[in-house]
């Protein structure tokens, strides 16, 4: 297996997690985490780029993509949530507390929050998610995994067949779309679960149904250095520790991580596409290369 295909098969199986994961970090926070903040707090510019700059970037980045994004692969983004919850297990049961502006006990300690004449401090990373009340959290915490993230992971497969449409038919046979009932059957089918690109690969990272070649992979770095700036700009304020607490930091770390590889696979996947005798990858584009995909 080549060092692209590896990537390639590596972002393939992020991709859920981290366009998933952009929406659910947006959704979450501002509507329910943000309503509960002490009172007095400003929105600060990292609030906005953490918790909006880092969806607009996946957008983008859904725009120009060329690989598709298949409904069931969700189940990678079950895993991620699954790992971050079992942290905030790991987070109470160990007892770590954490001081900062965003705890607030109101004047007296409860269950999760402690007063001290050194400040608050919150075992809880989240109010609604505070394993001091266990039947409450793990109502959340269901309600999170079996409705929230098929719901995102719903919107971005729509999104994504949305813009394929709008695209025109060359974009739809690009991913492998079909419109007919059997293509819709198979959307379902748990052989989708198959994230292995295969020969595949090439195709789906070489070349964006969007952007002509040479604005391709420019197009790419420019979603990777973004990402980049707003995960430098919210360590450079909040350094420590916390980093690592909250699952917008594991998000948007992610995206960074998956916005990474994904630029390479396509670096890649061009330079076999260029090794390669020229392939029609249907999409209908002056500059793409004339390529012929077998049915």
């Not at 859920?16 to 002490?38: A, D, E, H, Q």
């Not at 060329?66 to 991620?80: A, D, E, I, K, S």
């Not at 109101?106 to 004449?117: A, F, L, N």
């Amino acid at each position: 297996m080549s060092l692209g295909e590896l990537t390639a098969r590596v972002a393939s199986r992020l991709s859920m997690p981290n366009y998933g994961g952009s929406m659910l970090v947006f959704i979450l926070y501002w509507g329910l985490v943000f309503p509960t903040r002490p009172p007095g707090i400003p929105v600060s510019g990292t609030d906005v780029a953490q918790h909006g700059g880092n969806f607009v970037v996946m957008l983008l980045d859904l725009a120009i993509m060329g690989q598709p994004l298949n409904l069931l692969w969700l189940v990678h983004f079950f895993v991620f949530g699954l790992i971050y919850i079992v942290w905030t297990g790991v987070h109470f049961a160990v007892g770590i507390y954490r001081r900062n502006e965003f705890c607030s006990c109101g004047g007296e300690s409860y269950p999760g929050c402690e007063v001290t004449p050194e400040g608050d401090k919150c075992l809880s990373l989240y109010s609604v998610i505070s394993w001091y009340y266990p039947a409450q959290t793990t109502i959340v915490v269901l309600v999170i995994a079996f409705v929230v993230v098929p719901f995102f992971a719903l919107v971005w497969w729509v999104l994504l067949r949305l813009v394929t449409y709008v695209q025109g038919a060359e974009a739809n046979r690009h991913r492998g779309y079909g419109l007919g009932c059997a293509a819709w059957r198979a959307e379902f089918s748990w052989d989708m679960l198959r994230t292995d690109p295969g020969p595949e690969w090439v195709s789906w990272f070489a070349t964006s149904p969007l952007l002509p070649d040479k604005f391709y992979l420019v197009g790419r770095a420019f979603n990777f250095a973004l990402m980049g700036a707003i995960c430098i700009w919210f360590t450079s304020v909040n350094p420590g520790y916390g980093l690592l607490m909250y699952l917008t930091n594991w998000s948007n770390y992610l995206q960074l991580f998956y916005l990474g590889i994904a630029w390479f696979a396509s670096f890649k996947a061009r330079q076999e596409l260029h090794a390669a005798p020229p392939i029609d990858f249907g999409v209908n584009n002056s500059s793409k290369s004339s390529l012929v995909v077998a049915p």
